[in-house]
């Protein structure tokens, strides 16, 4: 046991340093409109909250969305279902949306990080697939 040990050491380093996935594509922004309305998760969306539709990830997933213009980033969590016009990746909240300055474009390039997972949820198990 105790030669596996450096090996094992080794192997979960390199997968705790492994660089994440980056998803580049268009974002936009939903808000008033829909306040308080129940999303997937079935929490009220609140607009004011730093939350996201994405297509896929799993509820409770942060990601850390970069505007690719600005360089200008924010995490939010995923608690809905979407975006389900054009080819868009993801649909942030306007609190979101503001904190990397594409509230009057509407519609921006963005990179997407999952970062980690939100306890919560209790479902992120596969959130970096």
Same mark, same amino acid.
């Given at each position: 046991m105790r030669r596996l040990l450096p090996y094992i050491f080794i192997l979960a380093l390199n997968s705790a340093c492994a660089a994440k996935p980056v998803i580049?594509?268009?974002a936009s922004w939903y808000g008033p409109g829909f306040a308080g309305r129940p999303t997937?998760?079935?929490e009220p969306f609140r607009p004011s909250h730093r939350?996201?539709?994405h297509k896929t990830l799993p509820f409770g997933t942060v990601v850390k969305v970069t505007h690719s213009s600005t360089g200008r980033s924010v995490r939010v969590v995923i608690n809905? &279902?979407?975006p389900y016009a054009g080819n868009r990746i993801i649909d942030l909240s306007k609190r979101a949306a503001r904190r990397i300055g594409m509230l009057d474009e509407g519609v921006a390039t963005v990179e997407l990080r999952v970062v980690g997972? &939100?306890?919560s949820y209790n479902r992120c198990e596969s959130a970096g697939q």
């Open positions: 580049v594509g268009q997937a998760s079935g939350t996201a539709a809905d &279902r979407g997972c &939100r306890d």
